[in-house]
């Protein structure tokens, strides 16, 4: 069967067909749809033939302004020379912008493996408005031209969204292409690749005084999909069917993917002053001597396989890091402030009733980490909730709230992440703030209580639950973005994103969110009644969150 073929007959029958006639066209079409399950190669052939030469990107038009820039402003005055030479030595490491063509061979091509006998539905058009049909044509002329896009024959499409991106500060509106894989990922089996413990992370890093860190979030586009799952990327354009010859943004399993080609080439390194996470590699050292020989080696390794960083994100010879929630330095490791700075912040004075519902609500939550003497330490706080007693606090109570704070603190900051376990993540808005408790086996790892701005506290009350999703997983992104992640809101209609995603095309903000929430292909939302979210719904009304900012 060809791809022409496939194309026609998976079209619904027209309306014309009668009875007997139209029974044998569905039984025509379903015979159709399952050959072409089982069938790729005839369904993956694109209108022009490619050459598969694993010939390297040309370097000699690649320009280094950003990072010319950078070498000689102040910030870079603070690099110790020896770091800076090394630096300056591979300089071409760090292009502005990525090269035209096909990126060179990797190790691992990535694939898409589909659940058997299972093709997602082709998505419809959506409309545009005059100028996002023009950037829209524009995007696609230049993805074409630097032939990471090309036109095919599929009998599958994802839908394409156009997305305004924040303002670049020069007034200039600027948009983004997002292709919506949601239905495709639904049927994706995701790929499995061992990532390091963390727990064995840290242990490495213990005693080391200096730290670099590249950052690969540019490298989706300089890996190849596999010629043979080509066709399951195409997306429908008003000029007309292409597919991705790169790796897009959006698929699940591309992080996967990704760690597997960063591993494959620092394999040597790793464990020895080299640690790959995802798209951050980490190079660490007890001393600057040290850190040279794996900084170099890197960059070497790097540039001879034209596997580029983002060089703005980029950190070098640092003293002190964030690195994967944990602040890491020379006097030792502890967990990153803002884990648990929404329970720090709250008031150790509360002024009323429902405040101290609102904290005891929180605390009660995690009363089983709390201490044998839990209901002790806190008697004084509840015995101000009885109707028969009148509201007077007291140095007892502000001691009491003292003092259930820290042993919530100190629990948190004990816990040790396993990235290969499910996450939990409860989110509410109040009016006027966001949020949100994270946890894993059901014991707290992470707060978050944010005030809105005077536009936010004006959102629609789906927008500002929509938001307190977005802002947890934006927090926590480094955890969260190749785990599985159960969201719990008590906003229902909330549950429909997804479907809604798939179904029609959004826009604004919400078209921006949906594009950020494609980067958790394994995230699931659920509803959850509001008494079983007390305590990010207790975060987004803590006390000291001013709703008249």
């Not at 023009?134 to 032939?147: D, N, R, V």
């Not at 806190?378 to 007077?392: E, I, M, N």
Request: with cysteine.
């Amino acid at each position: 069967m060809s791809a022409e073929e496939a194309a026609i007959f998976l079209l619904p029958p027209p309306r014309r067909y009668k009875s007997h006639a139209k029974t044998k066209a569905k039984a025509r079409i379903t015979s159709l749809v399952r050959q072409a399950a089982d069938d790729t190669n005839d369904l993956k052939t694109p209108l022009h033939a490619e050459s598969d030469e694993e010939s390297p990107w040309p370097m000699a038009n690649l320009e280094h302004t950003l990072f010319d820039e950078w070498i000689n402003s102040t910030e870079a005055q603070d690099i110790p020379s020896e770091v800076a030479q090394v630096l300056h030595e591979y300089r071409a490491v760090f292009p502005d912008t990525l090269p035209k063509g096909l990126p060179p061979k990797r190790p691992h091509d990535h694939h898409i493996l589909l659940a058997p006998g299972k093709l997602p539905a082709r998505s419809a058009i959506y409309r545009m408005t005059p100028d996002q049909l023009t950037f829209h044509k524009q995007e696609i002329a230049k993805l074409s031209e630097y032939g990471w896009i090309g036109p095919t024959y599929s009998p599958i499409c994802s839908p394409t969204i156009m997305v305004d991106k924040r303002d670049d500060g020069f007034g200039e509106r600027k948009m983004r292409m997002v292709v919506n894989y949601q239905a495709l990922n639904a049927l994706t089996i995701a790929p499995d690749f061992p990532q390091p413990p963390i727990q064995t992370i840290l242990e490495l890093l213990g005693g080391a005084k200096y730290f670099s860190t590249l950052d690969m979030e540019a490298g989706f586009h300089q890996i190849r999909m596999a010629k043979e799952d080509r066709w399951k990327t195409a997306f429908r354009s008003v000029l007309g069917l292409f597919e991705y010859r790169v790796m897009p943004f959006g698929l699940k399993g591309t992080p996967v993917t990704f760690q597997a080609n960063t591993n494959a080439y620092l394999q040597p390194l790793l464990g020895q002053g080299v640690i790959a996470y995802l798209d951050d590699v980490l190079i660490y050292s007890s001393d600057l001597s040290e850190h040279i020989s794996p900084l170099r080696q890197v960059l070497s390794i790097f540039l001879r396989h034209q596997f580029y960083p983002k060089f703005r994100k980029c950190k070098f010879a640092r003293q002190t890091i964030t690195y994967l929630g944990y602040t890491v330095s020379a006097t030792g490791i502890k967990p990153a402030e803002d884990k648990i700075e929404a329970i720090r912040h709250w008031p150790e004075v509360l002024e009323n009733e429902t405040q101290v519902r609102q904290f005891l609500g929180t605390i009660n939550y995690c009363r089983m980490f709390m201490g044998p003497d839990y209901a002790d330490v806190a008697r004084p706080l509840v015995d101000l909730t009885r109707k028969d007693v009148s509201f007077k606090w007291t140095e007892l109570h502000t001691q009491a709230v003292r003092q259930l704070k820290q042993r919530l603190i100190n629990f948190s900051t004990l816990q040790v992440l396993d990235t290969t376990k499910p996450f939990e993540l409860y989110t509410d808005a109040s009016g006027y703030a966001v949020g949100a408790v994270l946890e894993q086996d059901g014991k707290p790892i992470g707060f978050l209580s944010q005030v809105m701005n005077p536009t936010q506290q004006r959102y629609s009350i789906y927008d500002q639950e929509l938001m307190a999703l977005v802002t947890a997983l934006d927090k926590w992104s480094h955890l969260l973005r190749v785990s599985k992640v159960t969201a719990f809101t008590d906003h229902q209609a909330l549950t429909h994103l997804q479907r809604l995603q798939a179904s029609k095309p959004l826009r604004g903000r919400t078209a921006r969110w949906l594009d950020f929430l494609a980067e958790f292909p394994d995230l699931h939302i659920t509803y959850v009644q509001g008494a079983r979210n007390q305590v990010a719904d207790a975060l987004s009304r803590r006390p000291g969150l001013s709703n008249s900012c």
